[in-house]
């Protein structure tokens, strides 16, 4: 008797019984899944037409190009009106922690105004630029120079040159660091 009860062990039992509980549940799915037969349906075939055959799949006019760069200049900016909620709260997260010291928290407030700042300017820059004519205009500032996205039908010389000058009267960069870019 001892022997048997060796090789049948409480281990044994149990895996025997899962074994039999997962076949159980194999058998009742494949019963339960062939009951609801699946129809498969051969594609239409097009009269006319050869198999790689292209064909259009939207005619892009300029009503299309006009909403597709008012899409584009919207989630622009709401891009980075979340960039710039973000790095507020975590300014204000450094701000609140509490456990800051004084110098900390100067920091963090000379970093609250600079962005204070670099927002107000933005949109100075923005709104100027619309004022001079341009359709839309981005105006995004950083530590080494600003990009320019304008949307013009046709950006020339003199409309550059009137970016770059609106630019330099509000911030000062380097003209090399200055990057304008047209959207149609």
Do not use: H, W
């Not at 922690?97 to 100075?124: H, Y």
Request: net charge negative.
């Amino acid at each position: 008797m001892k022997r048997l009860n060796v090789i049948i062990g409480k281990k044994q039992i149990v895996i025997a019984s899962l074994t039999v509980l997962l076949g159980a549940a194999v058998a009742v799915n494949f019963i339960v899944s062939g009951a609801r037969k699946k129809e498969v349906t051969e594609p239409a075939q097009q009269v006319g037409a050869n198999y790689g055959d292209a064909a259009y799949v939207a005619n892009k006019t300029n009503s299309d190009i006009a909403t597709s760069a008012d899409a584009y200049f919207a989630k622009a900016r709401l891009d980075k009106q979340q960039s710039r909620d973000e790095a507020a709260q975590v300014l204000a997260g450094m701000y609140g922690g509490g456990d800051i010291t004084s110098d900390e928290r100067e920091v963090v407030q000379a970093n609250a105004k600079n962005l204070s700042a670099v927002i107000e300017s933005e949109t100075k820059i923005e709104t100027l630029l619309k004022a001079q004519g341009f359709e839309d205009a981005l105006c995004y500032l950083g530590d080494n120079g600003a990009n320019i996205i304008v949307k013009t039908p046709g950006l020339d010389a003199a409309g550059a040159a009137k970016i770059k000058s609106t630019l330099l009267s509000e911030v000062e960069v380097a003209s090399d660091n200055i990057t304008i870019v047209e959207v149609k």
